[in-house]
């Protein structure tokens, strides 16, 4: 592959973006087209990057630190959706929405350095690579088929379950010592269950041995019992 002559930088940003799924088997110029009047955005940790209802430009693609877009509940509980690392794109949805507005807002969990990618490029972009714009149709489809399944999942099952399947999802990534990306208030919100429940889940798990820790630090000692719990949440396909 090749940068295209970009500048140092944003030869930096392309190589990045060029390891996303998204970019998976695509030229090399996709990559260099996406990134056309990108900029760099830093902010420290607990800054806001874009608001609920903000006007919808950019997308963001994180290169360093770690990203949560959250919203807030009608009674003003904090409910953090998901966790973005670096490398990974986020808000790309939201430049296909035909309101043109941000649904939710993104905020750092740490220090952060971001490119921002211009809406107007990605629309352009599609159109010249049809491949693109496929996989983007298929990512979409596959959030819009993971989020029926979780509303499935949480309209059916038990709290310990859904903290069981959780739990399980973080074992995938992380191994059996775990640190919960949300501190327990936004988790509880997040798995729709009262912050008391969760503590008391956590306590009770930890009396019968299998996890231990406290706050977001937390070790597994029994995959097979939150195996189990979890495995109504899995689907065959």
Known sequence: MTNIN???PLAAAAALLAKHPLLGGLPAGVAADLLRDASVLRAAAGQILFGEGDEA?????????QVE?????????ERVFRVFEPGQLMAEAAMFMPHGRYPMQARARSDVQCWRLCRDRLHEACRRWPDLALKLLAGLSKAVYDQVNKVDWMTSSSAAERLAN????LVERQGSELTLPLNQR????HLGIRAETLSRLLNDW???GYISGKRCQWVLHDRAFLADLSMTARRPF
């Open 166 to 169: 959780y739990l399980m999802g």
């Open 69 to 77: 877009v959250m919203r807030y509940s009608y009674n003003g509980d």
């Open 186 to 189: 936004q988790l509880a919100a």
């Open 6 to 8: 970009l500048p140092e």
């Open 206 to 208: 930890q009396t019968q």
């Open 57 to 65: 430009r950019h997308y963001l693609l994180v290169e360093r630190g």
